[in-house]
């Protein structure tokens, strides 16, 4: 019998064997989701529709005691005092319907699709779809100082999950279906679906992959093409486009709105979450009645700012054209900010990017007055980029939401400075945005850093183990009794094939004549039967999955989670020839060497000075000549 030895080398010719390797993982099965997007897409569009009316319903209802489907500001009302008193009543009803209904419907509609795609599996309650939008009509059409855009992304994203319930779908994929929904109904709102896109990229899918973008687009484009005829062409706040050529001053000055854009995020949503553990840890009340509570502080700063009350659809538009008056200002950004803060941290429900909007326009034309002039309404544009970039960690969404809400693609570069430098002045002075810290208070961590997993780039023949000792397929008990006896003999030199020159070795395989793997046995095994059974039996083996040297790290480790294994052999497919063994100490080194690339520093060239060189010549010819 021979005695074990050492396969042979992997083959030099891999490139070979990856031809199968793609850049993407995408098959048939996104068409069949593109599919269902298009429906999505449909429905996010109607769902918009239907939701911007009722709460032009709400508000005619309750401002004006009349029925009616056209819009209206709530600020037109002539209750005097008595309009305190509206969002009081509205505040009751969604306290009774969270309670009664369902309590998903707390909150301004992005943390729970988060939560839902992350915690539940993409799986929403119907009753959120129903009480979603309805509970977000009454909030605001009763005055609430919020945003349709958030009730329609968990409205439409719920309707998403339902339909993603109905098929026989995977959890990635009823998250696809989701947020396609969502997508779809924030671009059905804002007709925005190139930023609808990039919002589920940044802050719901987690993951770039075709898989999941593509049906996404699909849902937010058909929203977009039925929204012009739902809710009429062009975009939400029209603004002249800007053609002539930013300067690097207006650049600069973009940089320093968005840093001040960048500290009123950070300071709005410490006032959110201020507000929430007020309500949470110094109130003796059942939480059904803190959307009243929180009524009060909007009806008093109704009161005070009237204008303050509602989506502020109109506002921001008054803003863009040029409404720069200081008592329109200071209203936005005191009593706006006061009553949304507190109402939201009351659990009500509403949207926040519209109300993050309207104070980052208004902090724009404050701070406009100082900057250099661009065109009317281009600073509170910026501004309303850099408040919402810092606020929700998304800047890419950010700078094209501005520019598709006004078709104003000539503002990109201060757009995109201001909505990067308050990204980056957020992430280093704040743990979490505004959206997350809520799933944080809840026990959840998140982590939104989208980076290519080394184990998806690394192959199998990268890290495997080649030179590993390999046991004979007529090998015997008694065989497998003196190989454990020279492993652990500590005066024998080992032989090149001899077990102990591979001590961390714990898989091996079993190969015949020809290097094909039959088997495997363990060390642990092989010491069993070493130990107590007889010497002269064939040494049992057992049949094994296997992985190949073209495969990638990620298919592998998904296998071995998938079977909990630990340790595969490596053949060449096709042939069965064993050419190593992978286990889980190896496949580490693709994350070890992905900290090395993280983390070490190195400096790989230097700059020579051309005269200190000259110099230092002079000098060494100098000690060469001296006597």
């Keep these: 019998m021979s005695a074990p030895g050492k396969t042979g080398h992997p083959d030099r010719n891999i490139s070979a064997f990856r031809s199968h390797l793609r850049d993407f993982t995408a098959d048939s099965r996104m068409l069949v989701l593109s599919g269902l997007a ?39 009302n002539h209750l005097h005092w008595l309009a305190v008193f509206i969002p009081i009543i509205g505040g009751i009803m969604i306290g009774f319907m969270a309670r009664y209904g369902s309590d998903k419907i707390r909150g301004h509609g992005m943390p729970e699709a988060i ?11 119907g009753k959120v779809a129903f009480f979603k939008p309805l509970s977000a009509a009454i909030a605001i059409g009763s005055g609430g100082p919020f945003g349709a855009e958030g009730p329609i992304i968990m409205t439409a994203g719920s309707v998403g999950s339902l339909l993603g319930q109905l098929f026989k779908l995977s959890d990635a994929e009823r998250t696809t279906m989701l947020v396609a929904g969502a997508a779809a109904g924030m671009t059905g709102v804002f007709s925005t679906p190139l930023s609808a896109v990039l919002l589920a990229v940044e802050l719901l899918l987690f993951e770039w992959r075709p898989r999941s973008l593509v049906p996404v687009a699909v849902a937010a484009t058909t929203a977009g093409v039925l929204r012009r005829h739902l809710l009429g062409p062009g975009p939400l706040f029209p603004m002249p486009l800007y053609s002539m050529t930013v300067e690097p001053r207006m650049v600069l000055a973009a940089l320093v709105l968005g840093l001040l854009g960048g500290v009123a995020a950070l300071a709005l949503s410490r006032a959110v979450y201020a507000s929430e553990d007020f309500f949470e840890e110094h109130l003796p009340v059942h939480w059904m009645w803190w959307p009243a509570i929180g009524g009060v502080v909007i009806g008093i700063g109704g009161l005070i700012f009237p204008r303050a009350l509602g989506t502020g659809y109109d506002v921001i538009d008054s803003l863009i054209s040029g409404n720069t008056a200081w008592q329109l200002i200071a209203g936005i950004l005191i009593v706006k900010s006061i009553i949304w803060a507190f109402s939201l941290g009351s659990g009500t429900s509403g949207g926040i990017l519209a109300p993050l909007l309207m104070i980052g326009g208004a902090l724009g034309a404050l701070l406009g007055h100082g900057l250099p002039f661009i065109q009317i309404g281009a600073w509170p544009l910026v501004g309303m980029a850099a408040v919402l970039s810092g606020a929700i960690g998304c800047p890419l969404t950010a700078a094209a939401l501005s520019m598709e809400l006004t078709h104003n693609y000539g503002l990109m570069l201060p757009l995109l400075a201001a909505s990067v430098a308050a990204h980056a002045f957020t992430v280093l002075f704040q743990k979490r945005s505004i959206l997350t810290e809520r799933l944080s208070r809840r026990g959840y961590h998140l982590s939104r850093e989208y980076s290519v997993d080394p184990l998806e780039i690394m192959t199998v023949s990268q890290v495997m183990r080649s030179n590993v000792v390999a046991l004979p397929a007529d090998a015997r008990v008694a065989d497998a009794k003196r190989w454990i006896e020279d492993r652990r003999s500590p005066d024998k030199t080992p032989e090149p094939g001899d077990m102990r020159s591979r001590r961390g070795q714990r898989l091996y395989p079993v190969v015949d004549e020809s290097g094909k793997l039959a088997g495997i046995v363990t060390r642990r095994m092989l010491e069993y039967f070493a130990e107590s059974h007889d010497p002269n039996l064939s040494l049992p083996f057992t049949q094994a999955e296997v992985a190949y040297p073209d495969e990638t790290l990620r298919a592998v480790a998904e296998r071995m989670a998938t079977l909990r294994i630990f340790a595969l052999p490596v053949v060449v497919q096709g042939t069965g020839k064993v050419v190593g063994i992978l286990s889980l100490e190896d496949m580490l080194q693709a994350r070890f060497r992905s900290h090395e690339r993280e983390t070490r520093l190195e400096r790989v060239r230097r700059l020579r000075m051309p005269f200190r060189a000259a110099r230092l010549n002079q000098t060494t010819e100098g000690l060469e000549t001296a006597p």
């Design 38 to 76: 298009l429906v999505l897409g449909a429905a996010g569009a109607a769902l918009a529709y239907l939701l911007l009316h009722l709460i032009y319903v709400a508000t005619n209802l309750f401002y004006f005691h009349h029925l009616s489907w056209q819009f209206i500001s709530p600020a037109a």
């Design 115 to 125: 939560e839902a795609i992350l915690i539940n599996g993409a799986k929403v309650d």
